[in-house]
T-cell receptor, first 114, second 110 residues
Framework: GQQLNQSPQSMFIQEGEDVSMNCTSSSIFNTWLWYKQDPGEGPVLLIALYKAGELTSNGRLTAQFGITRKDSFLNISASIPSDVGIYFCAGSPYSGAGSYQLTFGKGTKLSVIP | DGGITQSPKYLFRKEGQNVTLSCEQNLNHDAMYWYRQDPGQGLRLIYYSQIVNDFQKGDIAEGYSVSREKKESFPLTVTSAQKNPTAFYLC?????????FGPGTRLTVL
């Protein structure tokens, strides 16, 4: 099956710092999604990307759909303690109706030091 | 409020017993999914259903069964044939690409 490599696996940052993480695929994807999961909870959708080169923001979060269609990036600016959690990327080679199966990365665990 | 509910939040079972996890959604989504999450791992797809009365195996369907008799409901049964069932189980639903998740059920086999 398709593979998604997400990096880094974990990161420790000081409150107020910016954060970058990325996801790469072995094949072309037409949809990229970014989720955040708090401990013991289900993932929450943060940002959805559908077009190569697309840059989308959600508050302090910004995600980009790589121009090669094989990667995506998530940036968090001015981190705060509630940013702690696991961030997952997910992608699909399809878009629109029929894109039922997502491939998930293994997640980036973010810890914020006050 | 629209959303996805899963029950129970925590479930304990003895080896050899079947157990059913509940998933209900009121988002009017056609597609529903079950995933398994193990520590340090991504989400692995167990089963998915694109429409009522139809479902497909995912990557790790062995030892699990599902039904989709109503649009709102997609229960998952973990059977005694599942060799390592202790995990966090997540249900999701979608209209097209964007999947929305429930709060999860943590199953522990004693």
């Amino acid at each position: 099956g398709q593979q998604l490599n997400q990096s880094p696996q974990s990161m420790f940052i000081q409150e107020g710092e910016d954060v970058s993480m990325n996801c790469t695929s072995s094949s072309i994807f037409n949809t990229w999604l970014w989720y955040k999961q708090d401990p013991g909870e289900g993932p929450v959708l943060l940002i959805a990307l559908y077009k190569a080169g697309e840059l989308t923001s959600n508050g302090r979060l910004t995600a980009q759909f790589g121009i090669t269609r094989k990667d995506s990036f998530l940036n968090i600016s001015a981190s705060i303690p509630s940013d702690v959690g696991i961030y997952f990327c997910a992608g699909s080679p399809y878009s629109g109706a029929g894109s039922y199966q997502l491939t998930f990365g293994k997640g980036t665990k973010l810890s914020v030091i006050p | 409020d629209g959303g996805i509910t899963q029950s129970p939040k925590y479930l304990f079972r003895k080896e050899g017993q079947n157990v059913t996890l509940s998933c209900e959604q009121n988002l009017n989504h056609d597609a529903m999914y079950w995933y398994r999450q193990d520590p340090g791992q991504g989400l692995r797809l167990i089963y998915y259903s694109q429409i009522v009365n139809d479902f497909q195996k995912g990557d790790i369907a062995e030892g699990y069964s599902v039904s989709r008799e109503k649009k709102e409901s997609f229960p998952l049964t973990v059977t005694s044939a599942q060799k390592n069932p202790t995990a966090f189980y997540l249900c999701a639903s979608s209209f097209v690409d964007e999947q929305f998740f429930g709060p999860g059920t943590r199953l522990t086999v004693l």
